[in-house]
């Protein structure tokens, strides 16, 4: 069985496309509540932060602040986490 953040991200996709019928979107909602409060979900997201490497976080953070298609609102966030992290 996959992972229930790949599930989730399925039922996610569906709710966004215009060619998936009412009842199809419904069942999805529905999918989505019920995977959000399995523990398995908790705990597939709780690894996914403990794997994150700070180093290549904050790699991202300053890519943030130099593409020019990202808002300055986006910029801001990122450059008060990398203050924070003594980053900068």
Partial sequence: MSLPTRQIGGHKAA???????????????????????QPETQETRAG???????????????????????????KEHAKEILEERGAL
């Fill in 15 to 37: 709710l966004n496309n215009p060619n998936v019928s009412e009842e199809a979107k419904e069942h999805s909602r529905q999918a989505i509540d019920e995977l959000e409060s």
């Fill in 48 to 74: 996914y932060q403990e794997d994150k490497d700070e180093v290549r976080q904050n790699a991202g953070y300053k890519a943030t602040l130099k593409n020019p298609n990202v808002s300055e609102e986006a």
